[in-house]
């Protein structure tokens, strides 16, 4: 079953001749497989890219390396700087990436597991966007749960 508002995105993309990218690390790919899960997605899916490691991220998106030593690979200002490469990189109207921690492992007091960051590059603009979901939830619902909260964000910052 496909969600409502990801369905809204895609007929806007549809309607408007435009196209999606995504980037994604702690989701894994999930919220790329939720687009191509709409009959038609061929039509505005353009790439999505896994960028699970920092070197992914520097690699493919062009993330610096002062911004992953500074403020980390799950942070507002990376989350900025992968969806602004996904952008540079795809030309994709629509650019959405998420980074985070799903846990179990992996948090600290400071980043705590379920949190996560959403970047959207829409109408050359940017925005970001922190979430936090309870530690406990199971990894698989967790990263279910990251990319609802990218849909959602971008469903707003769409105005649909």
């Known amino acids: 079953m496909v969600d409502r508002n990801l369905k809204k995105i895609a007929k806007f993309l549809i309607d408007n001749n435009y196209t999606v990218a995504t980037a994604e690390s702690c989701t894994g790919g999930l919220l790329s497989s939720r687009f191509t899960d709409i009959s038609g997605s061929s039509g505005f899916v353009k790439q999505n890219f896994v960028t699970y490691a920092n070197e992914a991220k520097t690699q493919i998106l062009g993330v610096s390396q002062e911004i992953l030593e500074k403020y980390g690979a799950v942070s507002e200002e990376c989350a900025y ?20 921690i799903a846990g179990p492992t992996g948090g600290t007091k400071e980043k ?3 949190l996560v960051y959403v970047s959207v590059y829409f109408q050359n603009s940017i925005r970001v966007k922190k979430f936090n979901f309870p530690k ?7 990263k279910f749960l990251f990319t609802q909260a990218a849909i959602e964000f971008t469903r707003k910052i769409m105005s649909l």
């Open 81 to 100: 700087a992968m969806v602004k490469g996904l952008h540079g990189k795809t030309g994709c109207d629509l650019g959405i990436c998420t980074t985070g």
């Open 112 to 114: 705590p597991v379920g």
């Open 136 to 142: 406990y939830i199971p990894r698989k619902l967790m």
